[in-house]
């Protein structure tokens, strides 16, 4: 079956540090993969997304993520966090079967900053 | 250009009442999408509409059912509202490339 997998439900950093957020995926086929934030009672902002091509893909806000098939996985990197960054971040899959296309999303990852 | 639209951004309704919930994609988008977020988890899948045809369904009950207007706009109603029913209701709109474009939500309060 297909899933996404965010192992960390929070995760905790200081101002100015690096941040890596986990996502695993389980997908037959090659997946379209996204990173989208949110924050408290907040829509969801795509910050990135990988269809295909170069694995390290840019996101805004300073976000990356790399596609690693072989892991299965597609963690969302940023080299220095800012308070703003402060939110609830989701790891999605997009899954096609017989014309019906839908995201299928993790638990989510909510990062917190200590000043 | 104006985003995802979505109506109305907070309702509180009683056990058993029905609710019909709006969603406007962007312009030039012909597929809506609807999800539900409870508190806590991941949205989850309810429905795809693209030019106006059911392109996929959730495992959701069938009190939930959404439609899609010539003008791409949709709608979501759900009957016989239970306590389980609250939650956020997302709606996206995404054009051929698979980039869903989400609205605010619509924060659903049963009681």
């Known amino acids: 079956a297909q899933s996404v997998t965010q192992p960390d439900i929070h995760i905790t950093v200081s101002e100015g540090a690096s941040l890596e957020l986990r996502c695993n995926y389980s997908y037959g086929a090659t997946p379209y993969l996204f990173w989208y934030v949110q924050s408290p009672g907040q829509g969801l902002q795509l910050l990135l997304k990988y269809f295909s091509g170069d694995t390290l893909v840019q996101g805004i806000k300073g976000f990356e993520a790399e596609f690693k098939r072989s892991q299965s996985s597609f963690n969302l990197r940023k080299p220095s966090v800012h308070w703003s960054d402060a939110a609830e971040y989701f790891c999605a899959v997009g899954a096609e079967s017989g014309g019906n296309y839908q995201l299928i999303w993790g638990a989510g990852t909510k990062l917190i900053i200590k000043p | 250009d104006a985003g995802v639209t979505q109506s109305p951004t907070h309702l509180i309704k009683t056990r058993g009442q029905h609710v019909t919930l709006r969603c406007s994609p962007i312009?030039?988008?012909?597929?809506v999408s609807w999800y539900q977020q409870v508190l806590g988890q991941g949205p989850q899948f309810i429905f795809q509409y693209y030019e106006k045809e059911e392109r996929g369904r959730g495992n959701f009950p069938d009190r939930f059912s959404a439609r899609q207007f010539p003008n791409y706009s949709s709608e979501l109603n759900v009957n016989a509202l239970l306590l389980g029913d609250s939650a956020l209701y997302l709606c996206a709109s995404s054009s051929r490339d698979r980039e869903a474009f989400f609205g605010q939500g619509t924060r659903l309060t049963v009681v």
């Open positions: 312009s030039g988008h012909k597929s």
